[in-house]
């Protein structure tokens, strides 16, 4: 037992100090993978426990100022990472096919590993996204997605600074960094108040964008398999497989949180449309040839009474008050004036008093 645990350390010692980059051994954090799992541990913990337990009793704050410049602070974060991700040599001097890193201690290799570095630090400033979630109780955006993608991140992007801080995986950070430029500029907009909505239609397609980033991420990785390119072959799985989990996480989202809505939207609206031909409709509202009855009163051709519902028969309304009906050719549902939804009588069947 003592040998194997021995060779674990042994190999653990081996590839942080002759696999890794000696460049940035010595940087904060950087040292092992420990201390940021420890950190992302904390976070999870602090957003779905501790966080929730402490707000349990306290009224939630607004932070409408705070949040106002805390995005438009991300904006700028991401629009300066963006740039030097462009900087680094992406759609100027970089292959979209191949781009090996460089570890040399050139001036430009080592802005590129120190533009690596602070994309990881960035991942930890967006632990405040739930934070400020969780202030203002908003626990229903403290879900498995938006946990997961937060905890992941700088653990991930940890191992690409640590061991690869340049050439192909910083096409995701360019592709990730521009998304966020677009996302915060939304949450800083969105921060300003209600009067912002009509402006902010397009929400839904940020988790388009998430979707789409993660298709060119794996594209990008996985054709590394397929190809000959002096760049670590873990590094592509790990990056691909990242990819692809993240995409299946935010397709699953955008599925409930906008597939599903769409489905409520039309169902009152469906609900609102009566059967034509003297065939009654659910939830308050029916249809009679084109026109309309709706909360209990009558539309067309006929009267109404103290709020009471007309039926049509064969296109001719009768009056019903106080919820009783008599109806000869014609299909009724009713109560107190009110459509009902449980019963459409077959005509034939229909002849109360």
């Not at 912002?196 to 794996?218: A, E, H, I, R, S």
């Not at 000959?228 to 072959?233: A, L, M």
């Not at 519902?309 to 064969?314: G, K, M």
Request: aromatic share 16%; proline share 3%.
């Amino acid at each position: 037992m003592a040998t194997i645990i021995q060779t674990i350390v042994d190999g653990y010692t081996d590839i942080m100090e002759n696999k890794s980059d000696p460049r940035v051994k010595d940087w904060f954090l950087m040292s092992g993978p420990f201390p940021t799992l420890a950190i992302c541990l904390t976070y999870a913990f602090i957003v779905k426990v501790l966080g929730p337990k402490l707000m349990e009793n306290r009224k939630p704050f607004e932070l409408k100022n705070t949040l106002i410049v805390y995005n438009a602070l991300q904006v700028i974060l991401s629009a300066w990472l963006f740039g030097e991700a462009l900087h680094a040599g992406w759609f100027t001097t970089y292959s979209f096919r191949c781009q090996p890193v460089d570890y040399s201690n050139s001036p430009h290799a080592l802005r590129v590993a120190a533009g690596c570095y602070w994309y990881y630090i960035s991942k930890f400033t967006e632990f405040f996204d739930t934070f400020f979630f969780v202030l203002r109780k908003k626990y229903n955006h403290v879900n498995r997605l938006h946990v997961i993608h937060h905890g992941v991140m700088p653990l991930s992007t940890w191992f690409g600074v640590k061991f690869s801080p340049g050439g192909h995986s910083t096409f995701f950070g360019m592709l990730n960094t521009f998304v966020h430029i677009v996302m915060y500029t939304y949450y800083m907009l969105a921060a300003f108040g209600p009067q912002m909505q009509k402006y902010l239609w397009w929400k839904k397609y940020l988790t388009v964008m998430q979707m789409v980033q993660f298709v060119f991420v794996m594209l990008h990785a996985f054709q590394l398999l397929f190809i000959e390119c002096d760049y670590p072959k873990a590094f592509v799985w790990w990056i691909g497989l990242h990819a692809f989990m993240f995409y299946f996480l935010f397709k699953d989202f955008y599925n409930q949180a906008y597939s599903k809505k769409r489905k409520t939207d039309e169902g009152p609206a469906a609900a609102a449309v009566a059967i034509k031909n003297g065939n009654a409709k659910a939830n308050g509202t029916t249809v009679k040839n084109g026109k309309a009855i709706g909360n209990g009163k009558s539309i067309s051709n006929g009267k109404h009474q103290n709020g009471n519902a007309s039926i049509y028969t064969n296109g001719n309304a009768s009056i019903y008050t106080n919820g009783n009906a008599k109806v000869k050719n014609g299909d009724i549902h009713e109560t107190n004036g009110f459509i009902n939804n449980e019963a459409i009588r077959n005509r034939n069947h229909i002849n109360k008093s």
